[in-house]
T-cell receptor, first 111, second 113 residues
Framework: SQTIHQWPATLVQPVGSPLSLECTVE??????LYWYRQAAGRGLQLLFY??????ISSEVPQNLSASRPQDRQFILSSKKLLLSDSGFYLC??????????FGSGTQLSVL | QKEVEQDPGPLSVPEGAIVSLNCTYS??????FMWYRQYSRKGPELLMY????GNKEDGRFTAQVDKSSKYISLFIRDSQPSDSATYLC?????????????FGKGTKLSVKP
C-alpha cells in the first residue's frame, strides 16, 4: 500500500513570509497527487491536483502555487503568506479507482 | 442545494451503541462512494469504498448506498471509544481521479466509555 510523507506537522509563519510544504509518496508509481486545505467547519477544499510531472491544475484562485518536479514529489508554495492562508494542509495520492490516500497533514498558522 | 450534505453533529453515544452516519447527495451520476475516518490533527484514512449501489461490510463497519434515494450510510456496530473521530463521506461520478471527489463536511463522533 502507499505511504504519503508530509512535513512539517506544524508550522508558524509571519505574514509576508514564503512557504514550502513538501509531500513524497512511496509504494506506487505515476500517482495522481493532490493538495487540500481543511478549515474548521468548512470541509476539504481541493487546491491543486497533478496527473504527472510538471502538470498542475488549480481549482481555486489563490495566493498559493504547486509544483511536481518528480513523479512522487509534490510541493505547495507561496511567495508571501496571508493571514487567510492559515489552515490544515493535506497531501493526497490517488489512482484510477477514485480512492485517495492522505498524508498526516501540516497545521499552518500565519500570524 | 449543495452536492453533498452531511450532518456535522457532534454525535455522542455510549460505548457498545450502534452508530448511524449519513450523507445525502444531489448528483445522480455519482458512482463511487467512500467513507473516511479522521482523528484530530491527522489526515483522513479510507474506511469503506463502494462502487454503485449495495452494501459492504468490513468487521464492525457496514456501508450502504441507496442511489434511488441519493443517500449513503455508515453503520458502526459495538462502537468503541477508539471510534471517536470525524467521519467524512466522499463521492465521485467517474473514474480517473481527476480531482472529482466531493467530500461532505464530516460528522464528529464521540463514543463515551
Amino acid at each position: 500500500s502507499q505511504t504519503i510523507h508530509q512535513w512539517p506537522a506544524t508550522l508558524v509563519q509571519p505574514v509576508g513570509s514564503p512557504l514550502s510544504l513538501e509531500c513524497t509518496v512511496e509504494g506506487t508509481s505515476n500517482p495522481n497527487l493532490y493538495w487540500y486545505r481543511q478549515a474548521a467547519g468548512r470541509g476539504l477544499q481541493l487546491l491543486f491536483y497533478s496527473v504527472g510531472i510538471g502538470q498542475i491544475s488549480s481549482e481555486v484562485p489563490q495566493n498559493l502555487s504547486a509544483s511536481r518536479p518528480q513523479d512522487r514529489q509534490f510541493i505547495l508554495s507561496s511567495k508571501k503568506l496571508l493571514l487567510s492562508d492559515s489552515g490544515f494542509y493535506l497531501c493526497a495520492s490517488g489512482g484510477e479507482d477514485e480512492k485517495l490516500f492522505f498524508g498526516s497533514g501540516t497545521q499552518l498558522s500565519v500570524l | 442545494q449543495k452536492e453533498v450534505e452531511q450532518d456535522p453533529g457532534p454525535l455522542s453515544v455510549p460505548e457498545g451503541a450502534i452508530v448511524s452516519l449519513n450523507c445525502t447527495y444531489s448528483n445522480s451520476a455519482f458512482q463511487y462512494f467512500m467513507w473516511y475516518r479522521q482523528y484530530s490533527r491527522k489526515g483522513p484514512e479510507l474506511l469503506m469504498y463502494t462502487y454503485s449501489s449495495g452494501n459492504k461490510e468490513d468487521g464492525r463497519f457496514t456501508a450502504q448506498v441507496d442511489k434511488s434515494s441519493k443517500y449513503i450510510s455508515l453503520f458502526i456496530r459495538d462502537s468503541q471509544p477508539s471510534d471517536s473521530a470525524t467521519y467524512l463521506c466522499a463521492m465521485s461520478h467517474y473514474g480517473g481521479s481527476q480531482g472529482n471527489l466531493i467530500f461532505g463536511k464530516g460528522t464528529k463522533l464521540s463514543v463515551k466509555p
